[in-house]
């Protein structure tokens, strides 16, 4: 394949009784990925539906391709709340900031044992608490700086803003792009800090305690 053409996935968003759909695995045999509820941010959007899984987990897939090409999308605009549905839209990795999903965590047998850190990630508009996990003894950003991009960070909390109002809920496993990222520091930022906010100066002067974009 030509190295400067971008791999590209259909992700097929629909509303409720979606099933699994066969998908080619290896030697042309057909597998059976789940479907999971996914809600993509970028810049200044919200885009939500359904994604089937082409790997054990979201964060596989995700990392697995360039552009995703969506079908059947809602798509709320931050700056004002306004929302409307779309046929077809072609989603690049490098737009994506964040993803929601309660979809699977993985092969259970593929584990490895990992300590969780709390980090907070400043993307866009986007202030994300979580635990990032990483093998015991491995500072945790060295750790992120040398996985693929899209990063799945546990017990997230995420806050922005739509319409004008400052919003924020618990959501389980956001997976954060460290491409596009702002920053990523270990530690928790305070709560209802939005949009501008620098690392703690504690933090920020170690430069091994910040990834910055």
């Known amino acids: 394949m030509n190295g400067g053409m971008r791999s590209r996935l259909r992700l097929v968003f629909g509303i409720g009784g979606a099933g699994p759909k066969p998908v080619d695995g290896p030697g042309g045999t057909q597998v059976r990925h789940p479907w999971v509820q ?4 970028t810049e200044d959007r919200r885009i939500s539906g359904l994604i089937q899984l082409d790997g054990d987990r979201l964060s596989d897939t995700l990392n697995g391709h360039d552009e995703y090409q969506l079908c059947d999308v809602l798509v709320e605009h931050l700056d004002d709340g306004r929302q409307e549905h779309a046929d077809e839209v ?10 929601l999903t309660d979809g699977p965590r993985g092969d259970p047998g593929r584990r490895v044992r990992t300590l969780a850190h709390d980090v ?10 979580g635990s990032l ?3 015991p003894g491995i500072d945790p950003l060295a750790s992120a700086r040398r996985r693929r991009p899209m990063i799945p960070l546990s017990d997230a909390w995420v806050e922005f803003r739509s319409g004008g109002t400052s919003m924020g809920s618990i959501v389980g496993t956001v997976v954060v792009n460290r491409a596009t990222a702002d920053w990523i520091q270990v530690g928790f ?8 906010i620098e690392p703690a ?12 974009r």
Do not use: C, K, M
């Not at 996914?38 to 941010?41: D, G, H, K, R, S």
């Not at 072609?90 to 993803?99: F, H, M, N, Q, W």
């Open 38 to 41: 996914f809600v993509a941010f």
């Open 90 to 99: 072609v989603v690049a990795r490098d737009d994506l900031l964040a993803v």
């Open 120 to 129: 907070t990630v400043q993307a866009g508009p986007y202030l994300v608490r």
């Open 133 to 135: 996990h990483a093998p």
């Open 189 to 196: 930022a305070p709560p209802g800090a939005l949009n501008g």
């Open 201 to 212: 100066p504690a933090v920020a002067q170690a430069s091994e305690s910040t990834i910055r």
